[in-house]
C-alpha cells in the first residue's frame, strides 16, 4: 500500500513539475520565434543589427533587437534559455518511469501486442529515444538539410516509422506516449546538443576578440525552427493517454501522420503572420487544419452499420456482472484482487449491477467503443465479451429476459 502511496506522490509532483517547465519551454520558444519573424528592417539600425521589433506587454513598451551574428562586445548580463526545456525533458522521463516503467505490466506491455519481459520493454523504449535522436540528427547533417522540404518529409517518415514499430511493440496508450516522448527528445537534444554548444562557442569567440562563426547561429535557428513546428502534435501526443480513441485504433500510427501535419499547418499559419505577410498567403493554412481535424474525427468515429434486420440477443444483468467480475472487478472493486492496483482507480467499483449502470458510459467508453480497459488487457477481455457489454448498455441495461 505504501508503495502505491509513492507512486502516486511522485506521479503527481513530476507531473506538476513537467507541466511548469512545459509551459516555459514552450512559451520562451514561441516567443522568440516570434520575435526573429517579426524583425523589422530600417536606415538607423545599429552596425550588425539585422532588424528590430517592438512590443507592448503588461502596461509597458519594449524594443527588442536582433544581432546578425553577434554585438561587438560581450555584454556584463546575458540571459540564457536553457533549463527550461532540460527540466521538461528530465521531468518527463521520470514520470514515464513512474508511471510506464514502475508499472510496465499494466501501462507500457500488452501481451496481445507482443509478449515482453518488463526489462525487455524497458530497455526498447530507452533505445527508442536515443535511436530516435540519432537517425533525426544524422539527417540534419546529411545532404537532405540543404532542401528543407525534403528534410521535413524524411522527419516526417521517421516519426511515421516510428509510429508503427511502437504500435506493434507495447499497448495503443503507450505506443503513442512514447511517440510523442520522441519527439521531445528530439527537441530537447537540439537544446542540449545544438542550440546551446553553438551559443557557448559564439560566446567564447567574443571573449577571446576573434570573429564568431555565423554558421553557428544559422544552425542553431534551424534547429529551433524545427522545434516550433514539432510542438502543438507532442502536446497533443503527450496528453492522448485521455483519450482512447486517439490511440486504441487498428491504425493509430495514421492518427500520429494526422496530428503532425494539423500541428504543423497552425503553426505555418502563425510563423507567415509574425513576418507581416499578405493575407493571401494565409489562406490555406487553418481550412487544410480544420479538414485534417474533421477527417481524423470522422475516421475515429466511424462504426459499422449494424444490419437492423438482425435480431442481437441482450445479455442479462446476471451474464454482464460475470464479465465485469473476471475483467473489471480486479482493480475497481473495495478489495482489489491485482497486484499493481491497491485501491479502485477514481474509487469508480464495477462489482454489481448497479455499479455498471452507474458508469455505464464509461465502461462503454473504456472497453467497448475502445480497448483501453482493462489495461494491458491483463485478464484477456474477448471481443464478444466487449460486445456483449455494448449490447446490454444500448439496450437500456434491463435485468434480464423479460
Not at 150 to 162: G, P
Not at 348 to 371: A, F, I, N, P, Y
Request: aromatic share 12%; charged share 15%; with cysteine.
Amino acid at each position: 500500500m505504501l508503495e502505491i502511496a509513492y507512486a502516486d506522490w511522485l506521479n503527481l509532483g513530476f507531473r506538476w513539475l513537467h507541466v511548469i517547465a512545459g509551459i516555459s519551454w514552450i512559451g520562451t520558444s514561441f516567443y522568440f520565434i516570434f520575435l526573429d519573424l517579426s524583425l523589422r528592417k530600417h536606415a538607423n539600425l545599429p552596425q550588425g543589427v539585422g532588424g528590430e521589433s517592438w512590443n507592448v506587454h503588461g502596461g509597458g513598451f519594449y524594443l527588442m533587437r536582433k544581432y546578425t551574428v553577434a554585438p561587438a562586445e560581450m555584454p556584463k548580463e546575458l540571459h540564457w534559455f536553457k533549463y527550461e526545456a532540460y527540466f521538461t525533458w528530465l521531468s518527463g522521463f521520470a514520470l514515464l518511469a513512474v508511471i510506464y516503467y514502475w508499472g510496465a505490466e499494466s501501462y507500457l506491455i500488452d501481451k496481445e501486442v507482443l509478449d515482453l519481459q518488463s526489462w525487455e520493454a524497458i530497455l526498447i523504449s530507452v533505445g527508442f529515444f536515443a535511436g530516435g535522436w540519432v537517425v533525426y540528427d544524422l539527417l540534419c547533417r546529411s545532404p537532405f538539410s540543404s532542401h528543407e522540404l525534403l528534410l521535413s518529409a524524411a522527419v516526417f517518415v521517421l516519426i511515421a516509422f516510428s509510429a508503427y514499430f511502437l504500435t506493434h511493440l507495447f499497448s495503443g496508450r503507450a505506443a503513442f506516449v512514447h511517440v510523442g516522448a520522441m519527439v521531445g527528445t528530439i527537441m530537447v537534444g537540439n537544446v542540449f546538443f545544438i542550440i546551446i554548444p553553438n551559443q557557448k562557442k559564439v560566446v567564447k569567440s567574443l571573449l577571446a576578440g576573434e570573429e564568431p562563426d555565423p554558421r553557428l547561429g544559422a544552425m542553431g535557428k534551424h534547429r529551433s525552427t524545427h522545434n516550433n513546428y514539432l510542438t502543438l502534435p507532442v502536446i497533443l501526443m503527450m496528453i492522448s493517454q485521455h483519450y482512447p480513441m486517439l490511440y486504441d485504433n487498428d491504425n493509430s500510427w495514421l492518427v500520429v501522420t494526422l496530428i503532425l501535419l494539423v500541428g504543423a499547418s497552425i503553426r505555418h499559419f502563425f510563423n507567415l503572420m509574425h513576418t507581416g505577410r499578405e493575407i493571401k498567403t494565409l489562406r490555406w493554412q487553418w481550412p487544410t487544419a480544420v479538414v485534417l481535424m474533421a477527417f481524423l474525427v470522422v475516421y475515429l468515429s466511424w462504426q459499422p452499420a449494424v444490419d437492423a434486420s438482425t435480431e442481437v440477443e441482450v445479455p442479462t444483468a446476471t451474464d454482464v456482472v460475470a464479465i465485469a467480475q473476471v475483467h473489471c472487478a480486479s482493480c475497481h472493486a473495495v478489495k482489489t484482487t491485482d497486484p499493481d492496483v491497491k485501491k479502485a482507480p477514481g474509487g469508480v467499483m464495477l462489482e454489481t449491477v448497479e455499479d455498471l449502470r452507474k458508469h455505464s458510459t464509461g465502461v462503454l467508453k473504456q472497453s467497448v467503443l475502445s480497448k483501453a480497459m482493462p489495461l494491458g488487457n491483463k485478464t484477456k477481455m474477448t471481443d464478444a465479451e466487449r460486445k456483449a457489454l455494448g449490447v446490454w448498455i444500448r439496450a437500456g441495461m434491463p435485468d434480464g429476459e423479460e
